[in-house]
T-cell receptor, first 112, second 114 residues
Framework: GESVGLHLPTLSVQEGDNSIINCAYS??????FIWYKQESGKGPQFIID?????DKRQGQRVTVLLNKTVKHLSLQIAATQPGDSAVYFC???????????FGQGTRLTINP | NAGVTQTPKFRVLKTGQSMTLLCAQD?????MYWYRQDPGMGLRLIHY???????AKGEVPDGYNVSRLKKQNFLLGLESAAPSQTSVYFC?????????????FGPGTRLTVT
């Protein structure tokens, strides 16, 4: 079974608010985590990644937090925009050859 | 750079027919991957390759074969298609070195088996 999962399948936020998307993982040996954004009819698009020796990593308007104690990963999107509407997937690397295991995804919708 | 490209974009097969999906990347990546994505689900790894001439099984390899004769190409074959193989197929590639190894995805191939 999948070792990566998500707490909520859907998330609705107001435009301009911050969004937080959560992800739980079960394999304590995972050393790399990544977030992807997938728009309808398109392939996954890289957002941000983090290694297990880090707690936080920031990008443009996005921050990933890693809590290894409770095996929890979160993606924070600041000042959410209509273009942020998509399905967001977290994934983890649990073995060699950089193989990723994906969660089921969270659909983020933006209310005007 | 075109990045990762996939052909065809759409295909309809009848049960028992065969086909090959082609993935090409122009980023000189060592690693390449084939995933399938079923409705409302995440991606599952079918097969992958860590270099030219090498392939390995992923999470759901049954019913598929792959070949990596050239570094830039990764082919996925279905010898005898089944309705359970109706899905969207994504190819990805990545560098083999470095701390952060983002996988770059193609646009996908939507396959329907009737």
């Amino acid at each position: 079974g999948e070792s990566v999962g998500l707490h909520l399948p859907t998330l609705s936020v107001q435009e301009g608010d911050n969004s937080i998307i959560n992800c739980a993982y079960s394999n304590s040996a995972s050393d790399y985590f990544i977030w992807y954004k997938q728009e309808s009819g398109k392939g996954p698009q890289f957002i941000i990644d983090i290694r297990s020796n880090m707690d936080k990593r920031q990008g443009q308007r996005v921050t990933v937090l890693l809590n290894k104690t409770v095996k929890h990963l979160s993606l924070q999107i600041a000042a959410t925009q209509p273009g942020d509407s998509a399905v967001y997937f977290c994934a983890e690397n649990i073995g060699g050859a950089q193989k990723l295991v994906f969660g089921q995804g969270t659909r983020l919708t933006i209310n005007p | 750079n075109a990045g990762v490209t996939q052909t065809p974009k759409f295909r309809v097969l009848k049960t028992g027919q065969s086909m090959t999906l082609l993935c090409a990347q122009d980023m000189n990546h060592e690693y390449m991957y084939w995933y399938r994505q079923d409705p409302g689900m995440g991606l599952r790894l079918i097969h992958y390759s860590v270099g030219e001439g090498t392939t390995a099984k992923g999470e759901v390899p049954d019913g598929y074969n792959v070949s990596r004769l050239k570094k830039q190409n990764f082919l996925l074959g279905l010898e005898s298609a089944a309705p359970s193989q109706t899905s969207v197929y994504f190819c990805a590639s990545s560098y083999s070195m470095g701390q952060f190894y983002e996988q770059y995805f193609g646009p996908g191939t939507r396959l329907t088996v009737t």
